[in-house]
């Protein structure tokens, strides 16, 4: 594989093609417009800083800024596609919105290209057949700020060519990812099984009146010395995202779906990205 292609340029996806650019490969990066490009592009720059600050091997000795000229960014979908090996899609949690994204390029992708999502809670089934190339599709799923929590969880489906997951392997061990080799699908994979039921924890905890989001991330970092509570990882993960996969859920996680959309992403607060969610944040360069 040498030419790399990243669908979405959110949170995950900028870094995904950031990192893929960093360890050498030239990557296109898609979005659907110039606002969203123009977004992309102070994401990069933030990241190559990010990249110095965190004393990424080579990082300050140019290695950062030479990952931002590496990657091309464009807003049209079959160019994005027409010359890659690997297409990476990191758009919304949404599986209407995937499968059309995946029926447009399985006409516009060589018939060599491997697609793979980086779907956070639907199976890579649900969306196989839409790709017209089942074999030649998997999950490649990553962990956010990718340069140090560096896991690439790798799922196929009963359909994926043995010889394509082991390329996606290889492929996640030369970008500095340590591949996680999942047996059979499972939603969630395996870090976002042990992460969402403790992240809905919170949600319901808020929703239900019990606690502030302040009192409850205490209480965790507190308790148990993690670094983060709930709200404090649910703004780094973007609000966007956590409202797609809670307004999936139950009736609580439905409440807790419409208190972010109300009271957060109606008013622009993303999390971290924008620089305020449940917390308040420097914005991002």
Same mark, same amino acid.
């Given at each position: ?22 360890? %050498? ?13 123009? =977004? ?9 800083? =990010?990249?110095?600050?965190? %004393? ?102 009963? /359909?994926?060519?043995? /010889? ?9 061990? =030369? ?39 302040? /009192?409850?991330?205490?209480?965790? =970092? ?52 924008? %620089? ?10």
């Amino acid at each position: 594989m040498k030419n790399i292609t990243v669908l979405g340029t959110g949170v995950l996806g900028s870094q995904i093609a950031f990192q893929t650019a960093f360890r %050498g490969f030239d990557v296109v990066a898609y979005d659907i417009d110039q606002p969203a490009l123009d =977004r992309a592009a102070e994401r990069f720059e933030g990241l190559a800083a =990010r990249y110095v600050a965190d %004393g990424v091997e080579n990082a300050a000795d140019g290695a950062a800024q030479a990952a931002i000229g590496r990657i091309r960014l464009t807003s049209d979908l079959a160019e994005a596609a027409a010359s890659a090996d690997l297409i990476i899609e990191a758009v919304p949690e949404n599986l209407e919105l995937k499968q059309g994204i995946y029926r447009t390029l399985a006409d516009a992708a060589p018939a060599s290209t491997i697609f793979a999502t980086n779907s956070s809670t639907l199976l890579p089934s649900a969306l196989a057949e839409s790709t017209g190339r089942p074999d030649r599709f998997l999950a490649l799923h990553f962990a956010n700020e990718i340069w140090s929590h560096n896991t690439a969880e790798i799922m196929g489906t009963p /359909a994926t060519d043995p /010889a394509v997951y082991d390329a996606v392997v290889e492929f996640a061990t =030369r970008i500095g990812m340590v591949p996680i080799q999942i047996k059979k699908e499972k939603a969630g994979y395996l870090l976002n099984s042990l992460l969402v039921p403790f992240l809905q924890a919170g949600a319901e905890l808020l929703v239900d009146g019990i606690a502030e989001p302040e /009192a409850i991330d205490a209480t965790w =970092r507190i308790g148990t010395g993690s670094p983060a509570g709930p709200f404090e990882i649910y703004d780094i993960v973007g609000l966007t995202t956590a409202y797609n996969i809670s307004r999936m859920g139950g009736e609580k996680q439905q409440r807790f779906a419409e208190l972010l959309k109300e009271q957060y992403i109606d008013k622009g607060k993303l999390g971290v990205a924008t %620089g305020e969610g449940f917390y308040t944040y420097p914005r991002e360069s």
